[in-house]
């Protein structure tokens, strides 16, 4: 069995992490350049001020995105080109800049896929409580207004929020990465019921600006996975990824559910019960419950559990010298089939990976190349594994590789390269790698290349 024919390859980016000219063509400050200010915040105190200058050397990209086969570009819109305080004024550089962007990939035959928030919030309405305000909704909505009246013309493929999990948990939980907030249970829930509210207002309004529209989100995959294929592993990995049983937000289909099935899973109301009072208003599950035309998510690795004695999941240790990347996140290829398929299974929506790939070690050799072989051999596997779930009847329309290009990766700064291209952050030189030339060849053959067929 091969990839479906009307398969695509892509690889994804966000704003934030790539654009730099952070004040340059009227853009606002937004929640990271916050952050980033704060000393001891980001790891050898980077910042996104000029990231990978993609901003200024978009042209040249994209032909580097064209040189290596690209058929889709994920790419993530900058809230504060468009709207620099947020709401109100538009700033129509910023447009400007979208434009060239859709117009370039689309004169190069890409396929933009729009990420309408993949993090950088605005400043000036972070100043006004930011998620924990419920106008959060209305602003969100304002925005999405605004990037699809202009752009929708042009883009169909849509997405509104990327990881409401991190977002949400990182950046108002666990207090690393941006706003940098300690909430507790109570704000950190109205602050994820608004953006999920907000999500579902957007899709109404992208589906009403965009006539061709294909919307999805970008949830981050949380999947135990089974230690072996036998029925007590799979039922008890299962379990385990379908349910809360404690307070967490580490669960895709916390957020996920409310989007496509139209309501909390029932055990989360249970473990949440105080912590979401009031927060939750009616008519809100209707207002989040939007039809989605494809169920996107993030995936990079997962837990491994077995059956314990009583058929509940035990986490497995993993075996010392296990494969890692350098984000110390394991290599763990299953991964892609146990949430393809389960994902599918319970949402019936077509897949698509939003981002899937590896933080490497990668440097320019002696040889002026960029040698990464294990970033091929990780796409291999986790490519073989999406292969699996396809020819066991998940529906999967796209693939898009983490990341285009090497780039500022949050709290860690630029210390965790996860690129097809190599960037030299001093002369700011790209250098395709050779996992870039490897994915043309894979996408060249639509995937026979991955099954050893050409
Ligand atoms: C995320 C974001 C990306 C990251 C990538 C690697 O998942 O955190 O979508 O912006 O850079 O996942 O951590």
């Not at 620099?84 to 190069?108: C, H, K, Q, S, T």
């Not at 109404?204 to 006539?211: D, F, L, V």
């Not at 379908?242 to 029932?266: C, E, I, N, Q, R």
Request: charged residues 20%.
């Amino acid at each position: 069995m091969s990839f479906p024919k009307s398969f695509t390859w892509g690889a994804a980016a966000a704003s934030y992490q790539i654009e730099g000219a952070a004040k340059q063509g009227g853009r606002g400050p937004d929640v990271w350049d916050m952050l980033c200010r704060e000393p001891g915040r980001i790891e050898d105190g980077h910042n996104g001020d000029v990231g990978t200058d993609h901003y200024n050397r978009l042209e040249g990209d994209l032909d580097l995105f064209q040189q290596i086969g690209l058929q889709a570009y994920r790419f993530s819109i900058s809230w504060t080109r468009i709207l620099p305080e947020g709401v109100g004024r538009v700033n129509e550089i910023g447009l400007d800049f979208y434009d060239r962007l859709v117009d370039g990939m689309l004169a190069r035959n890409i396929t933009p896929w729009a990420t309408l928030f993949h993090w950088d919030y605005p400043l000036a309405l972070y100043c006004r409580g930011g998620w924990l305000n419920r106008n959060s909704i209305d602003w969100f909505a304002e925005y999405t207004q605004v990037v699809t009246e202009r752009l929708g013309d042009r883009v169909q493929n849509w997405m509104t929020q990327n990881e409401p999990q991190c977002f949400v948990g990182l950046g108002h939980g666990g207090g690393g990465h941006a706003p940098g907030l300690k909430y507790h249970w109570p704000e950190l829930l109205r602050t994820a019921h608004h953006a999920l509210v907000a999500h579902g207002e957007s899709v109404k309004i992208i589906r009403a600006n965009c006539p061709q529209s294909h919307i999805g989100a970008a949830p981050v995959a949380c999947v135990s996975l089974p230690e072996t294929e036998s029925a007590e592993d799979i039922r008890a990995a299962y379990e385990a990824t379908f349910s809360v049983t404690d307070k967490t937000l580490w669960k895709t289909h916390l957020f996920a559910d409310p989007m496509v099935l139209g309501h909390y899973p029932d055990d989360a109301l249970k473990v949440f019960a105080e912590d979401l009072e009031g927060t939750i208003l009616d008519g809100d599950m209707e207002r989040i419950h939007q039809p989605l035309d494809f169920f996107g998510f993030n995936i990079y690795n997962g837990q491994r559990v077995k059956a314990g004695p009583d058929g509940k999941a035990v986490s497995v240790t993993a075996t010392p010298g296990h494969p890692a990347t350098t984000m110390h996140w394991r290599v763990e290829p299953t991964c892609m089939y146990w949430a393809t398929k389960w994902f599918h299974e319970r949402y019936k929506l077509p897949v698509v990976i939003t981002e899937n790939g590896l933080a490497n070690n990668d440097w320019v050799h002696l040889d002026g190349k960029v040698h990464d072989p294990q970033r091929i051999d990780f796409t291999h596997r986790y490519l073989l594994e999406l292969h699996r779930a396809i020819e066991d009847g998940a529906q999967v329309d796209a693939y898009f590789h983490w990341s285009v290009m090497d780039n500022f990766e949050w709290a860690l700064g630029y210390n965790r390269r996860f690129g097809l291209i190599h960037v030299d952050y001093g002369t700011l030189v790209r250098t395709l790698k050779e996992s870039a030339h490897w994915y043309r060849g894979v996408i060249e053959s639509n995937g026979e290349a991955l099954l050893g067929r050409v």
